[in-house]
């Protein structure tokens, strides 16, 4: 493979030659697009000079053909928001070429996204990045994937067919009020389409340098008009990312398949069934921070919602997870069971009251596989029982929306949590709004900081005295404050921009205690004892200049401030202040651009800046992804995409460990086919 | 491998020695790279237009006139054709210009704006702004549409009862169209209307339900 690659394409091992060659290509398709246009295009053009309307005499055939000129247009429910939303669609997705969810998030704004090696990553948002991609809640269809082992997302089985999502919302900022726990920094939905919207045949396989394969078949199909559904199937080989010791670790297989069933059972009422069960290996994972070489796992979704008059609605869902993963240091099996309620309704002409609640049971086992590390009670069930309550109220013909909302919820590990919030929105014409919003929100404890165990060994031989890392099971919740606002407008009719700024103030945040000396143990115990500030702006336009040329892009920064409220918290890789304050870029670009040539070509460009991390030992770094569609036919859809363009690897997240060096992300490129065939 | 296992780790000792290193000539590179990038598609891009989103659904607008049959009894007595515009504007002079002047089938056709459903007694097609979404449901549950035929680029318009749906696909406008909710307006749809369409979907609306 490298060898091939190597001699199809020369020009990459030098980083100016190379660039040089970009523009020649990004030249040379802008010359392509630029060529006479065609006959139709011509009478057109004659037309707008002469009528008024020259398209008036089309025929209705006609009319279906014509290119028009897009207002940049935010989905409606962005506009009603008073949160920092961003929705990626899945024309976004299918555009930048990731190849899963994780990568998938670099697209939005404020969003900060660290590819430790080729299995894991580290997400946060608003300056929370960490490994545990804590305090950032994730939801796929409704169904929340953090663990409460560490309170944070094994994005490593995370995935769907990418090709089925609808759109990724991302509200950066607490949003804690409907949303589930642990959304205190921000939450991330995850929704797919609908089966009626997958009808029909889809099979599509990729083959490439760092993704070796990924195979992914569906078929979409109904039972009359009212229920369809789509069952699918996708396996994928994924090689190492650059290891400078050579020891290439990191490559992974996981298959995976499952199904969504929509029953539109009649106007007022709807079903949604959906499943999915996933297996996978690591099969070189070894050594000392090996902890997973298994994984595999389910899931089952039932959702009921109903609509009734006057613009109310409810729903109920319910959903099982099964979790187990298996590895040389550790083990954890995971069942969770969760039922939730939501209803809402129009009280008056001017109040929109919601209210709802959440039960989550999640019996669980930790296995112990060394006598280094445990996590105490091995076995243990978690719960969080939540309820909220909600009012929207519209005054001044709904150019003013003030939002008044609490959640109490009670966790098995910190009792219980009020998280209110109060938020305010004024539309001062339909291509402005402004709002403003305080929330309080908290991240609950997790197991490993209630219970876990590291014996790290003899530190004196005589008297003899043994480290230990202990969690506390006093361990409360980390709680923040938020303040923040947020601008948009639509300049033009071709130009957007969403500004938004942000306070937060936190407390109690996870720390380690000053050794202590409990019998021959020298104890380091879990605390609370770290508090601060983290302050940010986010801007992101976007911009259509032409109908076939899309602009967007964004650039956030985040300060964050924290000291401790007691020394000595300073010793591992998380819970000190220098981890939290260097692990979050401060400053970041992306830029995503999108030509459509000719009809059936696409060219797109993705590039994104990131600054350094000087907790991770990671210095700042600038990329890019390029990618080449063609669409030959209806059916067919063939992509060629380059990834992380700009050298031949690059750093994005350290491994906590000082013997052990960063993973190098390498340049990647693949080819993808698909095959669509609509029903 | 790192998910699950930073807590084992005591914390890098220094990164001082790598972050140092100025990566200023790649940076500066990279974004003179962009801005030749943008400038140069900047020109080339200024050489074609379009017509506009109003501009095409004005004329769908003006066309869908010919390939509608109301009733008779709401024909006989008038000499006009009115297209009705509920909510805000989303078309400006654009549609006024389009209709300037033309006649279907002998009537002329007009543009009103009207603030309340209440006032579409009158109206042939109803165009819908989008600021409506919110009451869209009570809309089209109003006795007044009996006879109307509604049209609207809100998402999902046709699912939610409308008749006539604009839906953008690749740039270009498209529309989907209701059967069920045209026969309960006692509008017959010339087969032409429904070929072309981009979907006929056949849901009923029943009273009172969205």
Known sequence: MKTLWRRLLPTFKSFPTFQAWVIVVVVGTGLFAASPATASTDQLQARLETNNNPVRDLTLEQLGDVQVTTVTKEPEEVWDTSAAIYVITQEDIQRSGATSIADVLRL?????????????????IRGSESNFSKAVLVLIDGRSVYTPLFAGVYWDVQDVLLEDIDRVEVIRGPGATVWGPNAADGVINIITKKASETQGVMVSVLGGNVDHMIAE??????????FNYRVYGKGFLRGPEFHTDHHNFDDWNQARGGFRADWNINSRNDLTLEGDMYGGDFPHETGPSAFVDSVSGGDMLGRWERTMENGSNMYLQAYFDRTIRIGPLSGETRNTIDIDFLHHLKFGDRQDVSYGGGLRWSPNRYIPKTPVLDVLPETNTDHIYSGFLQDEIHFADDRFTLTLGAKLQHNNFSGFDVQPTVRGLWKLNPHQSLWAAVTRAVTTPSRIEEGIQINAGEISAAPPIFLVVSGNPHFQSETSLGYEGGYRQLLTHTFYVDFSVFHNGYDNLQSFGAPTLIGNNLTIFYENAIAGTTNGIEIAPNWNPRPWWKLSGSYSYVGIDLHANEPGSDISSTGSVNTYEGSSPAHQLKIQSRFDILKRFQFDQTYWYESALPAQGISAYQTMDLRLGWNPTKEWNVSLVGQNLFQPHHFEWGTGDPTELPIGIRRAAYVKLTWIAER | MNTGGPWLHSERKSAT??????????LIVGFSWLFLLLWFVSICAAQRTHPTESQVESAYLYNFGKFVKWPPDRVAGTDSLQICLLGQDPFGVVLDSTVAGEKIAGRAISVRRISAIADSSSCSILFISSSEETRLHAILASAELSEVLTVSNIPRFVERGGTIGFVMQQDRIRFEVNRAAAAQA???????L????????????RNGEP
């Open chain 1, 108 to 124: 939005a704004p404020g969003v900060e996204v660290g590819r430790i090696d080729s299995d894991s990553w580290a997400v946060g």
């Open chain 1, 217 to 226: 078949a569906q078929y979409g199909g109904s039972r009359g008009k009212n």
């Open chain 2, 17 to 26: 020695d790598s972050m140092s290193r100025a990566r200023w000539p790649s």
């Open chain 2, 186 to 192: 006692h509008l017959t749809l010339s087969s032409e």
């Open chain 2, 194 to 205: 429904l070929k072309v369409a981009s979907r006929v979907i056949n849901k009923p609306m």
